[in-house]
């Protein structure tokens, strides 16, 4: 990864997962995220964030948000693509946001407006039913703490089957490195 960011061309858009990185849910470690961050700082490049996933990596919320946080502390070249439909299983539902960090309100306004005409001919208003469902649960003290404890128990789950898978390969005969699988 880290050769292919340095040799894009300068000012390329990249797209990262937030977290929890198809095809394996495996994610660069901290130190790996910092080396990522050197080379799109050096490079100019614009990050792209795809949050699909969040608290599917690691069952919690802040430490999957982890490389996000980092990039925002430390450049302003990034947008965020969130989308609910996967962590709280609204899968049809289109609930989600993009995000803009821009460092003036000047940039704020033209990304509002390429963003609006991008939108405008796909939708004039774009689906309630899931973002209501999302906000009954944030807004509840009860069942954001259930939707939490569900993060932790379906993202326990898929280190397991990784886990499984991967043991699965080894048990079949394959030789091929499988680490990738459990990161």
Known sequence: MLEDLNNADDE????????????????PTR?????????????GHFSAFDSAYQGFASGDLETDAYSLRLFAQQTSNICLFQSFAKNFGLYGERAGCVTFLTDTASEAAMAQSRIKQVARPMYSNPPIHGARIVDHILGDAELTQSWHADLVHMSSRMKEMRAALRQNLT??????DWSHVTG
């Open 12 to 27: 390329s858009i990249v797209i990262f997962h937030v977290c929890a990185h198809n095809p394996t849910g495996c994610d």
């Open 31 to 43: 130190e790996q995220w910092q080396q990522i961050l050197d080379v799109v700082k050096r490079k």
């Open 171 to 176: 048990d079949m005969g394959n030789e091929h």
